[in-house]
């Protein structure tokens, strides 16, 4: 169920265009999938009239907590970056359909380019968490690899949150970390195995991604972020031209399997 | 305690608070956030006589207090709503009004009359606002006689309570407005979006893909009240009030400037719990002031 919670920021870390919050709710957490978003009002911002979507970083149910990992874009988000710990933050949540939980035997690879970074955390340690303590058999998949890229080292953060959880690649395009281009670019793909992506970036990145996973004909869902008011499927601006028509972003997706999207 | 119920012609609302159409879905979409008994009405997403896949995306931009769209009335036609949606809403304990628009006189009138047979749509409002579609939609709603045409061949075909929404990109609503009321119009809501436009300044281009949208938000506030003020001291027919309404005292503002009953529009994306929280809050007003019933306030400003 979708609720509004006053949330405050328990702690906070600051990257060159970006913010972690660790943000706590004072009742009880709604469920939430790997994917899904939440709608932040910006208050304090006289530019910033509507909710600012953030995809949702990780969850903590024992401490009642979400992370909010934030990129400075235009004024809301700096806003946002710019809270300091104590503040309340109003949220709207969960919303959209998160990713699809991968099934037994997959070989799964998350790609994250710049701040697409920030949902697949959450959604690999649920995966991460089906995985342990099930014998080989009920396994939801045989393994979580992540492949993030960044223009600069400065867009890859968190990267031990990411390695507690799975294997981690890296590109920038720079070659100031990792191997140097862009994700579609890495080696891997001449080594590994993969037949699931499940990916979140620029549009670029994700409709090169998207074009070479179905050449490869490899399983594929990314994860939309157009320009959202209501973040519920009520105004109808977000929309994706689909092979369905026209469809809510917020509301359908923001996960989308390609085969659906007119890449 | 405080009376709070609106009596307009076959159209009885238990409080002055209605959602604007195209801003609230078709109520399910809110049902999480708001008990949809506490409104007095919800209005439908606008709908066709046939199917519309709306205007390409980008379709909305921000602006000071406020947000442009050019959705472009997306809806899958008045046959799906009557055969998948109005099953789903027909018993929510509310009114709930069909917002029609069209692109000729005969798409309206047919989609009116295809509502004018469903036992629980009390009220359609009728669109001939809308700033988004290139044929018909505000077309008809800034002449006289453009509205007097489209009023008169839906009131022939409709029985119910007939609501007809204003656009307020005109010289003068005033006019507008009576030819509503003389075409048969039951109430007419005001305003619809205000006709605006949005600059990439950096990449030298519209930000809206239709180039012009409709303004909406805190920022008209100011003119749909003017515009209220004006239309309530023309017309007999009650006046709907909308624009920008974001708290109950904005909507204390619109009864005292004349307006019979309100509508809350691009509030819900910013608190989707607002509705029911201006229908509690206009009601403390009247018990903090004294009021006894809502109609008091109706029309009360003091000059």
């Known amino acids: 169920m979708k609720t509004i919670i006053d949330f405050q920021i328990i702690e906070k870390q600051s990257f060159p265009r970006a913010a972690l919050l660790k943000l706590k709710s004072t009742t009880p957490l709604p469920e939430i999938c790997g994917g899904q978003f939440v709608n932040v009002r910006v208050d304090g911002c006289d530019k910033a009239y509507l909710r600012r979507p953030i995809s949702i970083h990780d969850v903590d149910y024992q401490n009642n907590t979400i992370d909010l990992l934030i990129q400075e874009k235009h004024e809301g988000t700096k806003t946002l ?3 300091p710990v104590g503040a309340k933050v109003n949220i709207v949540l969960p919303l959209g359909n998160g ?23 959450y959604f690999a340690k649920t995966i991460h968490d089906n995985i342990q303590g099930k014998d080989a058999m009920n396994r939801v998949c045989t393994g979580v690899h992540f492949l993030l890229g960044g223009r600069t080292k400065d867009d890859l953060m968190l990267l031990e949150r990411f390695r507690s959880v799975g294997d981690v690649f890296i590109t920038t395009n720079d070659g100031s970390m990792g191997e140097k281009g862009f994700v579609t670019e890495h080696s891997l793909w001449n080594t590994m195995k993969i037949n699931k992506i499940y990916a979140c970036g620029p549009m670029p990145m994700m409709k090169a991604l998207a074009k070479m996973a179905h050449e490869k004909g490899i399983w594929c ?9 209501c973040g519920i499927g009520a105004c109808l601006c977000c929309v994706e031209n689909t092979k369905e028509g026209n469809l809510c972003v917020c509301k359908e997706g923001p996960v989308f399997n390609i085969e659906r999207l007119l890449w | 305690m405080v009376k709070t119920e609106i009596k307009l012609k076959g159209l009885t609302l238990k409080n002055p608070v209605m959602t604007a159409s195209g801003t609230f879905g078709y109520g399910e979409e809110y049902a999480d956030f708001v008990d949809l008994s506490e409104l ?5 997403k606008g709908t066709t006589l046939h199917h519309r896949e709306g205007n390409p995306y980008p379709r909305m931009a921000e602006t000071p207090m406020g947000m442009l769209n050019c959705v472009g009335l997306q809806n899958k036609g008045v046959d799906y709503f009557i055969k998948t949606i109005y099953p789903r809403i027909r018993h929510f304990d509310t009114n709930v009004l069909v917002n029609v628009s069209g692109s000729n006189i005969d798409d309206y009138v047919t989609a009116a009359a295809k509502i004018d047979a469903l036992d629980d749509i009390p009220a359609i ?13 505000m077309a008809f709603g800034v002449t006289c006689s453009g509205i007097e045409q489209v009023v008169k061949a839906v009131r022939e075909v409709y029985h119910k309570h007939l609501m007809v929404k204003l656009s307020p990109n005109v010289t003068n609503i005033a006019e507008i407005a009576l030819a509503a009321e003389a075409a048969g119009a039951d109430s007419v809501s005001l305003i619809n979006t205000l006709l ?17 949208g409709g303004l909406s938000g805190a920022c008209v506030k100011p003119v749909a009240l003017r515009m209220v003020w004006q239309v309530s001291k023309a017309v007999k027919i009650p006046v709907i009030g909308l624009g920008g309404i974001s708290s109950a005292t904005d909507a204390i503002e619109f009864l005292l400037a004349g307006a019979s009953a309100i509508q809350i529009g691009t509030a819900n994306f910013i608190d989707p719990a607002i509705s029911a929280k201006v229908a509690k809050g206009i009601t403390e007003y009247c018990e903090k002031h004294g009021v006894e019933d809502v109609n008091e306030l109706v029309g009360g400003l003091i000059l």
């Open chain 1, 221 to 229: 869902e990314v994860s939309l972020e157009n320009q959202m008011a």
């Open chain 1, 99 to 121: 990713f699809t939980m991968p099934e037994k035997d997959d070989n799964v690879l998350l790609v994250g380019g710049g701040i697409g970074i920030a949902p697949l955390l």
């Open chain 2, 40 to 44: 007095g009405g919800i209005i439908m």
């Open chain 2, 125 to 137: 409002e009728l669109n001939v606002s809308c700033p988004n579609v290139k044929q018909g939609g």
């Open chain 1, 81 to 83: 970056c710019a809270l």
């Open chain 2, 196 to 212: 605006g436009m949005a600059i990439d300044a950096e990449a030298r281009k519209p930000v809206l893909s239709m180039v012009t």
